[in-house]
Structures are given as C-alpha cells and as structure tokens.
C-alpha cells in the first residue's frame, strides 16, 4: 500500500501530464531556483561562488538519475531555493554585521556517528544541560530571518513539517522530529550544497558519488560561521550539535573548529546499515521510483567512506574522539551522560543527571512504535563495513 496520502497522488497524477511540469511554479532549474532565493531574500549577492559546484552537480544528478513524480519535485524545489535563501543570508549578514564572525566560538559538543547509531538519543539527552544550546528544528531550517521581516520561522516550520508528517505517516516510528527538538547540522550543512541531506531526499547516485569524492574544507569552514550565529542567538552559549555526516569529514571540521570536543557513537554497523537504508528508501520513495539495490549499492558506499575517514582521524588524532556504546546509551542513559563530561573534562552540572534521568524516562525507545528492519538482509555487508572500520 502506498505511503502517500489521495490528495497527493492525485497531485503525482497531475504532474505526468507535460504541461505541469513547466508551470513557473514547479520549475525546477538553476536560473529559477536561483532568483527565487534572491526574491525571498532580498538579497542578491551570494558572495563566493564554491557552492555552485555543488548545486550543479545536484541538479543534474536530479535530472538524470531521478524519476520524479510532481511531489518530489516541489519538495526538491523548496528544499533548494530554502537553502540558497539561507546562504543569501548569511553572506548579507557577513555585509552588514562582520562583528558577529570575529567572536571566539564557545567550544561546542559536536556527536557524530554512523547514522542510525544512536546519535539522536545521545544529543537530546546532552541538551538536557540548560546551560548549552542545542538548535532546534526550526532554528536549523531557518537559521536567520530578513532584517526587517517579522520572524515567523517557527510558524513555517511547524506548517512544513505537518506537510511532511501527513505524505510520511511513519517518519516518527523512524526518527521523531518536533518543531522545538534539537535536530542535526544536515539542516546547516544543506545551504553548502555538500550535504547527505539531498541524498535522503531523493536517489541522486552521481550527487552522492561527487560528494564522497568532494574536498569539504570550505564547508567546514562555513559551518563554523553558521555556528557563530546560532550561539549569538541562543545569548553566547556554548552548543551541543550533532550530525552523522560529521563522521565522514571530521579532519576538515576539526580544521574549521579546532574547539569541537568531538563524541562518536558506536552501535553494529550492519544494524546501523540495515536501519538507514530501510529509511532511505521510505523518505527517497516520496521522490518517486527508487531503484533499491542501487539505492542500497549507494548507501553501502557512504557507510564504507565514513567509516574509513574516521578511522585514518583517529589514527592521526589517538585520543581526540569519546566512544559511547549504543548499549549503554540506552541501558544507563545518566551515567553515559555523566562519563562524557568526565572524558571531555567538562565539570557535569549538578542537577544535569537527574534531567537526563527524566527526559529518558519520558521519551522511552519504540514511544511511536518499533521501527522494525530485515537486518539479516544486510549481513552480506559485514565484510565491507568491517574492512572499511579498519581504515
């Protein structure tokens, strides 16, 4: 049975008709996402043009490896005139408030893993300390709003994420998401262009082979200018952040924020496999067709690239990274909490152990039903993933 609601299958219908396609509404090229951006903006310059490469690339790995039903191709457009509206900007506040980008940047907690490896639950319990930030939902998707516009980003958030709730009925079973809930950097990342992000989306294969194969310094090297915004927002603290793409690049991060204390979750890496590409294909399958074993083929290959970046940064830097156990993340989440602050010499506030203590006991594991996965399916990948864990 298909996951998409009537009103939006017979929205998929109306656009295999040709003509819908080029409504200026639903076009979906380059010069049009582009002045979109700047109309909603207000704001022309993008500044240094790096990320063109990028949204090249995407765009033509859109046009060539997708079927897009119409449904995908709104949500593609949004997705990628939202973030050029992000990065318009943040390259106008680079003009008009340069002091905001020569601030010290508070050394963040930065959580990386492999995704599906618990990396959620791990960053929502370390946001439980009020005396960091951890971005929410709606902050990451909108990270700034128009000098002079009210600021009604929470509003579109909550609106656009009911939207995605309603095509995806399942999406909490998988990964809970609320409008006020810390989210993960792929929501910063997706302005860069260089971002897992538009892979979760749709099945852009030769996008994702560019991006493995991408140098991402300047990325990184934005990221941190995003990050000093959100933590002048949040009243100069310090933040908790997370995100699996992370893993992949940690050298170029810890380049651009040599502050990041770095925390890496470690779970079975075929669960972990099994997990993400059950995902994958639910939230590509909004999109339109998906060919499951290139999707799977794919997916295998950014799982296999992050795993041997992080191994040859931990070989370079013995020591820089704290391990939390997927199993004790779940079976004693206060005292893994508590053993992160001590590893990171990080002074553990006082009453951080029972907040912990009672966010875990108030969003316990399967809250929206189990989100179940044929794992034995993905054992024939343990080689793969084993040798690549190994550098």
């Known amino acids: 049975m298909s996951t998409v609601s009537l009103p939006m299958r017979l929205l998929n219908a109306a656009g295999r008709i040709p003509v819908s396609r080029q409504n200026p509404r639903f076009r979906l090229d380059k010069d049009t996402v582009i002045d979109e951006a ?28 997708v079927d897009l039903e119409l449904l995908g191709q709104i949500a593609l457009r949004e997705a990628i005139i939202d973030n050029l509206t992000n ?15 020569q ?14 490896s618990g990396t959620t639950h791990l960053h929502r319990l370390l946001a439980c300390d009020r005396a960091r930030h951890a971005p929410a939902y709606w902050e990451l998707v909108s990270p700034m709003v128009r000098p002079g516009d009210p600021d009604v980003r929470r509003r579109r958030a909550r609106r656009s994420l009911a939207w995605r709730k309603r095509v995806m009925p399942n999406l909490d079973r998988m990964h809970v998401i609320g409008v006020d809930d810390p ?75 040599p502050e ?57 830097h013995p ?12 079976s004693d989440p206060a005292g893994t909490v508590s053993s ?5 010499g990080e002074p553990e506030p006082a009453d951080l152990r029972a907040e912990v203590q009672a966010y875990a006991e108030s969003h316990p594991q399967h809250q929206h039903g189990e989100h179940r996965y ?18």
Not at 87 to 101: H, V
Not at 213 to 218: G, I, K, P, T
Not at 374 to 390: F, I
Request: charged share 25%; proline share 4%.
């Open 87 to 101: 990065r318009l900007l943040l390259a106008q506040a680079r003009a008009w408030s340069p002091e905001t980008f």
């Open 260 to 316: 990041a204390h770095l925390v890496q979750t470690q779970r079975d890496p075929v669960t972990a496999f099994a997990s993400y590409l059950d995902m994958t294909l639910a939230t590509q399958g909004l999109s339109g067709h998906v060919d499951t074993s290139r999707t799977r083929q794919s997916s295998l290959a950014l799982f296999e690239s992050e795993l041997r970046a992080a191994a040859a940064f931990r070989r370079a």
């Open 103 to 116: 601030r010290p940047l508070l050394p963040p907690i930065v959580v990386t893993g492999l995704h599906r």
């Open 340 to 344: 992160v602050y001590e590893q990171l």
């Open 183 to 257: 989210e993960e950097c792929q929501y910063l990342t997706a302005s860069s262009f260089e971002s897992v992000f538009y892979w979760s989306l749709a099945p852009v294969t030769s996008y994702l082979d560019w991006y493995l194969q991408h140098d991402r310094r300047a990325k990184y090297a934005e990221w941190r200018q995003w990050l000093l915004v959100l933590q002048r927002q949040a009243g100069d603290r310090p933040l908790v952040l997370k995100a699996p793409e992370h893993l992949g690049a940690l050298e170029a991060l810890v380049e651009a924020v």
């Open 319 to 330: 020591g820089r990274v704290v391990d939390v156990g997927y199993g004790d993340l779940t």
């Open 38 to 65: 700047r109309r909603r903006a207000g704001w022309s310059d993008f500044g240094a043009e790096w990320f063109e490469e990028g949204l090249d690339a995407l765009l033509h790995s859109i046009a060539a490896d």
């Open 374 to 391: 044929p794992v034995d399916s993905a054992e024939p990948a343990r080689h793969r993933l084993d040798q690549a864990a190994k550098g």
